[in-house]
């Protein structure tokens, strides 16, 4: 019954967007080109494997610290938070993982959250990275977990935030792009419309999410292979698979920040509550009033609390009562 519901309502968005354009005819972006500035960054490629890697990068004189995004997202959701690091002297890497943003979209390759953590690390050896702060949200939380586990020695301090590492329900976007024809169905009723519709459910704050941040995220997603790469991720993400490694994050040496939006829909914050519990040197930060991506939502807070973790001011478990809107 559940895929017969998750068809009906696929079915139903086809018609709807089919008598208002075919997301068939959207136009698409060749691999390795970017068609907006970001002038707060310097972007920059490389190829490891045979994939071309985009990163941007805020130089400093500082640690390194690296900012890893979660599903459907890019470095571009680090581009207010990045540069109030660097101002603190720290040299910011923000990394488009495999299939994401404007890194090659590979079709076929392995896009389990394990090999994305591989190809991070095979990244962060390409362009000479041996210690990293790591800041990771949702998804990019999740390989920084991973990356804690298999590689110790590269994860100086972590910071986590609403990172997906245990089972749960997934999100009805993600959900839909599981089933049976999701790859053709995808590309029928992909567009601007959908962004739209997913930021707004992922902020606390819907009426925040602006048309130049749809925009942002609608032009990555037109890349090539793109649409095929979230649909390949949901396939790979195997919670069951995940789960030896999240019941392993007591083994994590690192000392922690978790982070977490009281009103994620998408990551329950009963699972940071649960990674607070089991990582022996952390602290967690609980923001109100705010969704899946604190970092987008409140990046001032969100950069405000990195850096008082990172000089030690921050050293207890902290509630927000106090918010500025942006």
């Known amino acids: 019954m559940g895929d017969l519901r998750k068809w009906t309502c696929l079915l139903t968005i086809m018609v709807c967007i089919c008598l208002s354009g075919c997301g068939l005819f959207v136009k698409r972006i060749p691999a390795g080109q970017i068609p907006m500035d970001t002038p707060a ?6 190829k490891v494997g045979g994939v071309n890697y985009h990163y941007a990068e805020y130089p400093g004189h500082g640690p390194d610290v690296l900012m890893v995004h979660g599903w459907s997202s890019s470095t571009y959701t680090w581009e207010t938070v990045a540069p109030e690091l660097q101002k603190k002297g720290y040299h910011v890497w923000t990394l488009d993982m495999q ?3 404007w890194t090659d979209k590979p079709k076929g390759a392995a896009y389990a959250p394990l090999s994305l953590m ?14 990293v702060i790591y800041v990771g949200n949702s998804l990019g939380g999740g390989v920084g977990i991973l990356m804690s586990l298999e590689h110790p020695d590269v994860i100086d301090q972590l910071v986590l935030i609403d990172a997906a590492i245990f089972p749960h329900k997934k999100p009805f976007i993600i959900s839909l792009a599981g089933i049976p024809g999701a790859s053709i169905g995808g590309k029928i009723i992909f567009g601007r419309w959908m962004i739209s519709s997913n930021l707004k459910e992922v902020f606390y704050h819907a009426d925040w999410v602006t048309d130049g941040r749809i925009d942002a995220y609608y032009t990555r997603m037109r890349t090539d292979g793109a649409l095929d790469a979230m649909i390949a991720i949901v396939k790979a993400l195997d919670f069951k698979k995940l789960d030896p490694y999240a019941q392993r994050s007591n083994q994590i040496k690192s000392r922690t920040l978790i982070i977490h939006g009281k ?17 022996p040197h952390s602290i967690m930060a609980i923001i109100p009033d705010c969704g899946h991506v604190p970092q987008e939502e409140y990046p001032e807070i969100t950069s405000r609390l990195i850096l008082d973790f990172l000089d030690g001011s921050l050293n207890k478990d902290a509630l927000l009562t106090s918010l500025t809107k942006p």
């Not at 960054?41 to 490389?46: E, L, P, S």
């Not at 009103?263 to 990582?279: A, V």
């Open 99 to 101: 299939g994401f943003g």
């Open 118 to 131: 591989q190809g991070v690390k095979a990244w962060m050896d390409a362009v000479g990275l041996k210690k």
């Open 41 to 46: 960054a310097r972007d920059q490629f490389i």
């Open 263 to 279: 009103n994620d829909i998408w990551i329950p914050i009963e699972d940071s509550y649960t990674l607070r519990r089991q990582i």
